[in-house]
């Protein structure tokens, strides 16, 4: 292993960082919902609330630390993040109350969807230029792995074991496995690795502006992106969280909805393997037009629909635009503004985007105890997801870099 080209190793090291980050998606803790609610009595809206609060404050503290990622080394910071991640998931093995409830889910977003996709993501951002799409797809397609292998698994494993033991078993593999990945693959890699002078088709652009955080959060195009990509990890956050009110409304039944995030994982590597080689041809700013459409249609066959084939169909859905906007996640900021400050950059958006996870679960939370119907809340979300398509659709021509 120690022998592979750098440029194989970090794609690698994307690939496995993206995949431990299911520890921290809502998807995964989500299938752990009727346990910790039954273990601690407390209800869906409760789980919600407590669950929104916690992403919300690892969403604030993320863009914090996040940044760091641009002046420390990454081996040292993929330490940091991996021995956090592992913490969390001991921590949450232990938890017996609601305070406990909240650092525990608080330890495990930060940790685990917010650092270890956004250390994934930078490290692979910065490196690759002409190529980024291609390398973020497969980096990408560890967490849709993981999405398609862990809740069967996780639903089978609460059947002979308890939802603590696994969480205890999942530390240990952190602890372990990650920091010898970390050390093989990305060990001599520096801040201003980028691929050999061999390859002249993926160095950085030098006549592309290079924009600072502080210049980022005053151009109104980041906003107009920035509603786009919200829209998928608010709503899906919170399909996945109450995926078992999801169920009972509709009545799936819980190995329905398991089987069917392996469609959801399946059409989102598909995505994933197209979108890489689309935004290398066509750029991510041209195809950001087209990435929620699926998740429109999603909501709407969510609202019309009851049966268990339309589950499937629901969550493959849901799956294409996640295939198309974990890429775009990430490519789409390089593009427009560089990537020497892309850590604090991203640090910024991963953290609104962790943010928004905690919006749709605090919202998803309050409508089901209010008393709306799945299929209320599937026309709620298809309003929104129409609106910031259209406005995407009206300034798709100013959504370029800067070039000097």
Known sequence: MLNIKLSYKIVIFGFI????????????????????????????GQFGTIYASATLLSSLVLMWVGKKIDDTNVFKFSIFVTILLSFAAYFFSTIKIIPLLFIGIFFLRLSGQGLMSHTATTT????????????????????SSA?????????????????????????????????????????????????????????????????????????????????????????????????SFIISSKNWGPFIMAQSFMVYSILSVITLALSGFLIDKYTSRKLLIYMNIPLFISAIVLFLFDSSVSC?????????????????????????????????IKALTGGLMVFATAAGTAIFGFLIDAGYSINSIAIFSSIYIAIIILLLFFYRKKIEPVYI
């Open 17 to 44: 960082f993206t995949f431990f980050s299911s520890f921290g998606q809502s998807y995964f803790i989500g299938i752990f919902n009727s346990s910790i609610r039954a273990d601690l009595s407390i209800t869906h």
């Open 124 to 143: 692979v951002s910065r490196y690759f230029e002409k190529t980024r799409g291609k390398a973020l797809s497969i980096t990408w397609l560890g967490l």
């Open 147 to 243: 999405e398609f292998i862990m809740p069967v698994l996780m639903v089978f494993l609460l059947t002979i074991t308890s939802w603590r033991n696994i969480w205890v078993a999942i530390s240990v593999l952190v602890l372990i496995f990650l920091p010898i990945i970390s050390f093989l693959l990305i060990n001599k890699l520096k801040l201003d690795s980028r691929e050999g002078p061999i390859n002249s088709n993926e160095k950085i652009n030098t006549n592309i502006k290079q924009w600072k955080r502080s210049e980022v959060i005053r151009d109104y195009r980041f906003y107009i992106v920035t509603l786009n990509m919200l829209s998928m990890p608010s709503i899906a956050t919170g399909v996945f969280v109450y995926q």
């Open 312 to 344: 499937f169909v629901f969550l493959g859905l849901i799956g294409i635009t996640n295939g198309f906007a974990n890429v775009l996640g990430s490519s789409t900021w390089a593009e427009i503004y560089g990537v020497k400050y892309i850590g604090s």
